[in-house]
DNA sequence: CTTTTTTCGGGGGAAAATCCCCTTTTTCGG
DNA sequence: CCGAAAAAGGGGATTTTCCCCCGAAAAAAG
């Protein structure tokens, strides 16, 4: 029986077009291909062809790759994931794989690796590049704590990123000028931060703030 | 005879995948599977059969897609070009079309669009989505001047996308202070914002700064 | 019902950033 | 060589930011 896979990617030139790829595979036939997971979820519930692989973009609209693959994880375990993005971003590949992801690819790999990928994680379970692997092992090692924001930081996170000072922060909030700062400290002291443009260079890497 | 087309992409997966899809339609053949600017250059230099139809990404290292179809334009004007992107960003389309781009696809878009849009640009010469048309208009009817900005002022502009101070990029800049507060005024002025959270965004949206 | 933690608010001073008006030096086309 | 323009530097005042300190109220935990 041949492997069925699932292709989920926004960019629908780009799933179309692997798709197209994985069916000069033998032994794989694409089942389906969705703009989102919530498309995924949705082919899941009405379908009875269920894809044994998924190949998923990271970043997409409406429902990630990774709310997307937790999801999976928990409703339909036998399913494998493997996650392509264009970015080798150690901690968004750190939540892919926690997420349970088998493999993590970049886009701008080979057609000969996605297929030995492909093979892998039907075969062995999983498909870790060098690169994943190094990313692996260093997060055991230095298990860094996770830096958790409060929703009122990032609301003032949000607001740093805009030319208001502030004074002007604190009358949006509907605080006293004097909480913001606390605020602000207190994202300095966590984010390991000097100053304002600290802040947004950290809002903007982290994907608070969308410039 | 059939049309030849050069895909160039750095994100191979993608490229490839776009390459087999062309190669779906009739009178289309794929001559050429390049990683950027620099590499398609090198096969026009060294291979007799040269695409009539550029696939470009705009976004690429080593030489991007604004780049390379100036580089197209000026010495091999009969090569059209449909760039590729993931955003819709409007000076990045005036850019390309300005280069000499016949046309500007999202990565999103059906087969059956870039199928239209490929014979379009041989048989019409171009291929404009809605979103470009308007575009285009708009551009027309206010012809917003550029701004330019001066080597030492994206120099600076960079630098303040850091937790530095003033005092001390005036020292990497090897420059007085007063000097460099002269370089914030002249583009607060140019590009109309009010501080340096501003100066930032600019940068960032601009890709002056990439963080 | 206490105790602790979180949230909110504040004082005051030093440093940095912002703003306006001005001079000297360098560069460059005519 | 000269004059204009651009680049570099400056004085000084005001506002904003940064960085310590502190206390009260509210919420959560015991």
């Known amino acids: 029986m041949k492997n069925r896979v699932a292709?989920?990617?926004d960019h629908t030139l780009l799933s179309e077009a692997i798709a197209g790829l994985v069916r000069q595979f033998p032994d794989f036939e694409v089942v389906a291909v969705c703009k989102n997971g919530k498309e995924l979820l949705n082919y899941l519930k009405n379908s009875k062809?269920?894809?044994n692989i998924v190949l998923m973009d990271v970043n997409m609209p409406v429902m990630n790759g990774i709310e997307t693959t937790l999801?999976?994880?928990k409703d339909f375990p036998e399913i494998k994931v493997i996650a392509l993005s264009i970015e080798e971003d150690e901690q968004i590949i750190l939540k892919m794989i926690r997420a349970g992801a088998?493999?993590?690819l970049l886009k701008d790999t080979q057609k000969e690796v996605l297929k030995q990928a492909l093979i892998d994680v039907e075969k062995v379970g999983f498909y870790h590049t060098n690169t994943v692997k190094k990313i692996l092992k260093s997060a055991e090692n230095n298990p860094k704590k996770e830096i958790i924001l409060k929703e009122r930081e990032i609301e003032f996170l949000k607001l740093a990123c805009t030319e208001m000072t502030y004074k002007e922060i604190a009358d949006v909030m509907c605080l006293s000028p004097?909480?913001?700062e606390g605020y602000r400290e207190a994202l300095f002291q966590k984010l390991n931060v000097k100053n304002r443009t600290?802040?947004?260079?950290?809002?903007i890497k982290n994907n608070i703030f969308i410039p």
């Open 102 to 104: 088998k493999g993590y």
């Open 7 to 9: 292709v989920v990617d």
């Open 178 to 180: 004097k909480t913001v």
């Open 198 to 203: 600290g802040l947004v260079l950290y809002a």
């Open 49 to 51: 062809k269920h894809p």
């Open 71 to 73: 999801a999976l994880s």
